[in-house]
């Protein structure tokens, strides 16, 4: 175990309307701890000296909950590939190091305090079609419905989504089209989530333009994405977009004609 | 006063309980439901799937929970699967395998007809789950997978990579979320519940803290339905997420519900061992690993040679040693106990021998190391993520932590505490897990309570107040709760002394952990009820929360949730004191077989203690309340896994 020495450049906002900027902390940290953890010191530290401590969202710690997120020197989630701010731990930094640390930057993500920011935009996507009507009680046996392997597979690696935001930070125009299209893609990708295909592509696409900017194509979510989801779910939801607005047209039509 | 523990369970067979039951409840007929205000504290599987589920059938709910997101709730980390008596592996299980597995996998401290209805109602959440599009694992065939899973000896484990919780968490979150769209829920984010608000003997609200303003609100139902978890973080170091607390249930136990069995505690078998003083909290590698890893240490003491370097022949296998039949795979108490016993007589491993090793090697020759990957690759990495070492090369070490608390609110057949109107679901209540949890099983039950459960014992409730309206929020009732809260926040901002609340958090962890952790003994537990209040007044006289209250401090709401810790400590170490039997994951050293298996005194013990709040001097005030358990179908035994 060594003890490393870093300085740290941390961004403190004190509301949503204050004006932020960066403070400067030094700190001694073994490299086993983790990078949060690295953030408790600070705290402790900053507690003693009589300040207030520093505000971030943080909740399982062990990179599923989502909760927790902040750009490490301009990259979110830090350098590690792969990993969320949790799991990143101290011995990816050397001593001597200077690290700049600072909160999802999003229009559709704004600051709440320091490092906290609102993603409440990614629930409102979600209402707005990402899930399969079955009231409960009304499913059939499971194993009445085989799913193929492969669809499987696929909507499972985008069901691991964990919906922390990294990709819409990453983002040089703030789109959420890696969440959205994982979100999406996760049931549309199952013969359970066939029926509602179409309207929830519609829906879906449409309630995210409302918060964020649009894609065109960096590749930096993926590059960000702790569950290291792939960009080919974009070209799915692009493809099931397209297609959505011809069906969905059509069976308007057939609704008035019916 | 005391308690009236009348549990409620149906006449009948156990086979028919459930339907006749189901039968005898009131119902609420569909254009009435909307009439209803039906409160949902927590956004976890129990909660989101009540919610939900509630929202459906019609209605007003109102959904609470103090993440930004109902998706972040702690069932969200679960990782290994869960269970299902679907026998669809041909291997003998039913209905009747997985409640015996689950009774006697408790040590027979629980409930006959509550387990038994859990492992019927086990066979329709997997069709629910399935149809919502949970990507559970599949055959090439495009049919569900199993695995295995301790205690077992069926394959029984519907699982979705090592993430199960996960899925079945956004499963029951997207159904909720259909719900906010369409109205029938209104979502309460980041807003906290302090207190339940209590009027003429029911429970008619809650009291909430707005996380980012500081507003203190009065929230009114027809019910109220908590489904805000355990209390593992009691010791500080647990595998709980960081805001896992007591706060919802410890507030509704000083308003009359009673609180039982809180000694029982599951401490898991398989998580990465601490490394340092800065270590927040630890992580469980799921138990799933037990499948394919073999547990060891060496046979000498203080061996501090590497592990390629201790040959075949000086390694204890002690699981496989002591239990040939079940081996690796006993149930997780067994399994823990086992490793403290093998670390405390000094054959623990690691730079600061607090583990045992789950060796992968054997099963990499077995199987080729691209079948282990495809199995545990995401725990591999995470393992490898947090310790830097491979386990692919070096062997895993793990030690035990707390994991899951089986104790919680008393509740009966319906779910419903002492306090009418007050119901508690999931890990919140006591009823189904007994001493002893199995792996697998609190997913089953989250969703169980929160889809089947729950919404059918709440409508047989509230049908007997049609054409009543919610109490008023402008009702003394809720201002007196509000004025107690703030009362409350105010003291503790205003204590203004030297040592911040992580630090009283780590001294109440240290002295639960060590007294009333893996093993108790009589000394301990009496050593940790003088410390425990001293800790407490000191916490209240020299505690200093930062910032200001009316805005977002997250200092003064872990404050709050550690005042609350502080007090269930003392009931839980008063609880352990007075359980003198070993029974699952409650050991006392005192009550032990000559082969140092945990011991149950089903003359004396066979009860469900159910404390009721008696004052603040809890060893002394609190109340002890006895609901006797009888067992009509399964015979007592001593538990096995030789």
Redesign the interface.
């Known amino acids: 175990?060594n003890v490393l020495k870093l300085t740290l450049e941390v961004w403190r906002q004190d509301?949503p309307d204050a004006a932020g900027g960066f403070e400067t902390y030094a700190v001694e940290?073994?490299d086993?701890?983790?990078f949060?953890?690295?953030l408790?010191?600070v705290n402790?530290e900053l507690?003693r000296a009589?300040?207030?401590?520093i505000?971030f969202?943080?909740?399982?710690?062990?990179?599923?909950?989502?909760?927790c997120g902040v750009m490490i020197d301009g990259q979110a989630h830090g350098p590690?590939k792969?990993?969320a701010t949790c799991?990143?731990?101290m011995?990816q930094f050397r001593s001597g190091q200077t690290i700049k640390i600072e909160p999802w930057r999003a229009a559709g993500f704004p600051v709440?305090?320091d490092l906290?920011v609102?993603?409440?935009a990614?629930?409102r996507i979600?209402?707005?079609g990402?899930?399969?009507?079955?009231?409960?009680?009304?499913?059939?046996?499971?194993?009445e419905?085989?799913?193929?392997?492969d669809a499987?597979?696929s909507?499972?690696d985008a069901?691991?989504c964990?919906?922390c935001g990294a990709c819409v930070a990453a983002c040089p125009n703030s789109a959420a089209n890696l969440f959205t299209a994982a979100k999406m893609q996760?049931?549309n990708l199952?013969p359970?989530?066939q029926a509602e295909r179409w309207s929830r592509s519609e829906a879906m696409v449409e309630k995210m333009e409302e918060f964020f900017g649009s894609c065109t194509n960096h590749g930096e979510c993926q590059e960000a994405c702790p569950k290291e989801i792939s960009i080919d779910f974009i070209a799915m939801m692009n493809r099931d977009y397209a297609k959505a607005k011809l069906v969905n047209r059509r069976r308007l039509g057939e609704r008035k004609v019916g | 006063m005391t308690l009236t523990l009348d549990p409620q369970i149906p006449e009948g067979p156990l086979e028919d309980k459930w339907d006749n039951h189901k039968f005898d409840l009131k119902l609420v007929a569909p254009n009435n439901r909307r009439r209803f205000e039906v409160i949902v504290v927590g956004t976890g599987l129990a909660g989101a799937a009540a919610a939900a589920t509630l929202g459906e059938l019609g209605y007003n709910v109102k959904v609470f929970t103090y993440h930004d997101s109902p998706r972040r709730a702690h069932s969200i980390a679960a990782q290994g699967g869960i269970n299902s008596a679907k026998n669809y592996r041909n291997d003998g299980d039913s209905v009747f395998r997985l409640f015996y597995d689950t009774i006697k996998g408790g040590d027979y401290r629980s409930r006959e007809a509550n387990v038994y209805r859990l492992a019927q109602v086990s066979l329709n959440i997997i069709d629910q789950c399935a149809a919502q599009g949970v990507p559970f694992a599949r055959e090439y065939g495009g049919l569900l997978d199993n695995r295995s899973f301790g205690g077992a000896q069926v394959a029984r484990t519907f699982y979705a990579r090592g993430q199960t919780g996960q899925q079945l968490l956004l499963g029951a979150y997207q159904a909720l979320a259909r719900q906010i769209h369409l109205g029938t829920v209104e979502l309460h984010n980041r807003t906290e519940m302090l207190d339940v608000v209590v009027k003429d003997g029911r429970a008619v609200g809650i009291t909430t803290r707005d996380l980012l303003t500081g507003e203190l609100e009065s929230h009114s139902g027809h019910a109220v339905l908590l489904c805000t978890g355990g209390y593992g973080n009691v010791y500080y170091l647990s595998t709980n997420a960081m805001a896992c607390n007591v706060t919802a249930t410890w507030r509704a136990h000083r308003k009359g519900a009673g609180f039982a069995n809180p000694c029982y505690t599951q401490i898991h078998p398989t998580c990465i061992p601490p490394s340092d003083e800065t270590q927040s909290k630890l992580t469980l590698m799921s138990e799933s690993l037990r499948n394919d890893g073999r547990i060891w240490v060496p046979k000498g003491y203080e061996d501090n040679r590497a592990a390629s370097e201790i040959p075949e022949g000086e390694r204890d296998y002690y699981l496989e040693r002591k239990y040939p039949s079940f081996g690796n795979l006993v149930p997780r108490d067994v399994a823990s106990r086992n490793a403290k016993t093998v670390v405390d007589e000094g054959r623990g491993v690691g730079p600061l021998h607090n583990g045992v090793y789950l060796d992968f090697a054997h099963a990499i020759e077995r199987h080729g190391r691209s079948t282990i990957e495809e199995r545990y690759g995401n725990l591999f990495d995470m393992y490898e993520r947090i310790t830097g070492e491979n386990p692919y090369e070096t062997p895993m070490r793990i030690y035990p932590a707390t994991h899951y608390t089986m104790g919680g609110l008393w509740v009966d057949y319906n779910l419903q505490t002492t306090i009418p109107g007050l119901f508690a679901l999931g890990e919140a209540n006591f009823s189904d897990h007994g001493a002893n949890r199995l792996g697998a099983s609190a997913l089953m039950q989250g969703l169980s309570d929160g889809y089947f459960v729950g919404p059918s014992t709440v409508a047989g409730y509230l049908a007997g107040w049609l054409g009543t309206e919610a109490v008023p929020t402008d009702d003394p009732a809720f201002s007196e709760s509000l004025d107690e809260t703030r009362g409350r926040i105010d003291s503790l901002m205003n204590v203004n002394g030297t040592s911040s609340v992580d630090h009283y958090h780590r001294e109440l962890g240290k002295i639960v952990w060590d007294y009333c952790g893996m093993s108790r003994n009589e000394a301990g537990l009496k050593k940790a009820l003088s410390e425990i209040p001293a800790l407490r007044e000191q916490f209240w006289s020299d505690v200093r929360v930062p910032g200001r209250a009316d805005g977002v401090n997250q200092s003064l709401e872990n404050a709050l949730r550690v005042a609350d810790f502080m007090e269930l400590a003392e009931l839980k170490v008063r609880d352990a004191l007075h359980r003198e039997e070993s029974c699952g994951g409650h050991f006392r050293e005192e009550s032990q077989t000559e082969e140092g298996e945990a011991k149950r005194d089903d003359e004396n013990f066979s009860y469900v203690a159910a404390w009721e709040w008696g004052g603040e001097d809890i060893q002394n005030d609190a109340v002890l309340n006895k609901e006797p358990l009888s067992f009509e179908r399964v015979e007592l035994t001593q538990r096995s896994y030789k």
């Open positions: 175990m509301g940290i073994p086993d701890a983790s949060l953890e690295m408790d010191k402790e507690f009589g300040k207030e401590p505000t969202d943080h909740d399982c710690r062990e990179g599923i909950c989502g909760t590690q792969g990993t799991q990143l731990h011995r709440v305090k906290m609102n993603r409440a990614f629930d979600v209402e707005s990402g899930y399969i009507t079955v009231t409960t009680g009304a499913a059939p046996d499971a194993n419905i085989p799913v193929p392997k499987s597979d909507a499972m069901a691991a964990i919906g996760h049931l199952l359970q989530g």
